[in-house]
Every structure is written in structure tokens, then in C-alpha cells.
């Protein structure tokens, strides 16, 4: 409950001052700490947790980008009507 506290002090530190750019390096420290409590999950230095944290943040935008409005995972799906008239399909 404690980490929970502190992280979110941290977090919003971090986007009151910098804009959102610090929490790449909030994450990274949260890797590294989270890498001495897990067994079998290592990360040695600060510069190879920076990386993965950007990792991380890049997998989630790009994730996230595929949900639509009403927050569930949509796509688009092409069929032909009419003969030769292609429409978009929302799923």
C-alpha cells in the first residue's frame, strides 16, 4: 500500500513539473526495485531498465490504440455490397 502511496506522489510530481517525461525514469526505477524482489526477474543496470521502460510505454500506446470509443478492442473489416462496392464495416 506503501509503494502504491509513493508512486503516485511520484507520478504526479513528475507530471506537474516535466510534462509526463520523468515517468520513464519513475518506471525505470519501479523495474529495478521490482527486479531485487522477484525471483527469476533481473535487470542489472539503470540504463537497461530506462529501455525498458520506454519498451513498455510504447507497447502500451500502441495497444491502447486499438480500442475504440466504447473502450473495447474494434476493427474494421471490409466487404463488397452491390457488385463491385466495397464498404467499411465496424466489429
Same mark, same amino acid.
Given at each position: 500500500?506503501? !509503494? &502504491?502511496?509513493?508512486?503516485?506522489?511520484?507520478?504526479?510530481?513528475? #507530471? #506537474? &513539473?516535466?510534462? !509526463?517525461? *520523468?515517468?520513464?525514469?519513475?518506471?525505470?526505477? =519501479?523495474? &529495478?526495485?521490482? /527486479? @531485487?524482489?522477484?525471483?527469476?526477474?533481473?535487470?542489472?543496470?539503470?540504463?537497461?531498465?530506462? *529501455? !525498458? $521502460? =520506454?519498451?513498455? $510505454?510504447?507497447? /502500451?500506446? =500502441?495497444? /491502447? $490504440?486499438?480500442? %475504440?470509443?466504447? @473502450?473495447? #478492442?474494434?476493427?474494421?473489416? &471490409?466487404?463488397? $455490397? %452491390? !457488385?463491385? #462496392?466495397?464498404?467499411?464495416?465496424? @466489429?
Amino acid at each position: 500500500m506503501k !509503494g &502504491l502511496l509513493v508512486r503516485w506522489l511520484l507520478l504526479t510530481v513528475a #507530471i #506537474i &513539473l516535466t510534462l !509526463g517525461l *520523468f515517468t520513464f525514469v519513475i518506471n525505470a526505477l =519501479l523495474l &529495478l526495485m521490482v /527486479s @531485487g524482489l522477484v525471483p527469476g526477474f533481473y535487470v542489472y543496470r539503470f540504463w537497461a531498465a530506462l *529501455f !525498458g $521502460s =520506454l519498451v513498455i $510505454s510504447l507497447v /502500451s500506446w =500502441l495497444l /491502447s $490504440s486499438f480500442k %475504440n470509443e466504447k @473502450g473495447r #478492442i474494434g476493427y474494421i473489416d &471490409l466487404k463488397k $455490397s %452491390n !457488385g463491385e #462496392i466495397w464498404e467499411w464495416v465496424r @466489429g
